[in-house]
């Protein structure tokens, strides 16, 4: 087994720290005061607003640290007889849904055929998303089926809902698509 000079470097300083702790520990030494002092730093001045998880219907407590209106951190509440503070990868994640560099902040088009994306304004985008959703609608509209009972319904077009919706959003979302006569509605955090 070849061992380069960069990994055993790794595994001595993983050992000796890991050893120095341990000894620590052992000797009666607690990183508990050194810990809640460090996690006190890191939300210092920060304003603390109750929320929830929006990823499931479980609806998990959550802390929202804010400073000068910019969120800085977000972790479960302990309060909460639902989770007790923790929160599942996904609830951990929360912070990256308003924080994230890779996060898209304009509309994006590929037409068929094309290889490159085109950037577009939300008002073209939406226009065309309606006008694509009405052409699709009156094409496939059923008013009645063969027996004579009335339907009114869409057959061509299904809305699948996202886990960061919250129920506000979905309920008027739920009366769009009913409203459209579209039958096919799905939400994939409740899959």
């Known amino acids: 087994m070849d061992v380069s ?8 300083t993983g050992v000796a720290g890991g050893t120095a702790l341990g000894g620590l520990t052992g000797l009666g030494a607690s990183l508990a005061p050194t810990l809640a002092r460090a996690q006190e730093l890191r939300i210092k001045g920060a304003r603390t607003t109750p929320s929830i998880c929006p990823y499931c219907s ?36 929360i912070f990256q849904l308003h924080v994230n560099p890779n996060r898209p902040m304009k509309v994006l088009h590929r037409a068929p055929g094309a290889t490159d994306w085109e950037v577009w304004d939300l008002e073209r985008a939406m226009d065309r998303v309606a006008e694509l959703v009405k052409k699709t609608r009156d094409e496939t509209f059923v008013e009645r089926l063969e027996d004579g009972r009335v339907v009114n319904m869409t ?16 309920h008027i979302h739920q009366k769009l698509m009913r409203g459209l006569g579209i039958v096919a509605i799905e939400n994939q955090a409740r899959i």
């Open 5 to 12: 000079r960069r990994d055993f470097l790794k595994v001595s």
């Open 58 to 93: 479980v609806g998990c407590a959550t802390l929202v640290h804010t400073v000068e209106g910019r969120i800085v951190n977000v972790e479960g509440d302990p309060r909460s007889p639902w989770n007790e503070g923790t929160l599942c990868p996904k609830g951990a994640a």
């Open 155 to 170: 057959p061509a077009i299904f809305s699948l809902g996202g886990a960061t919706l919250d129920n506000e959003w979905n």
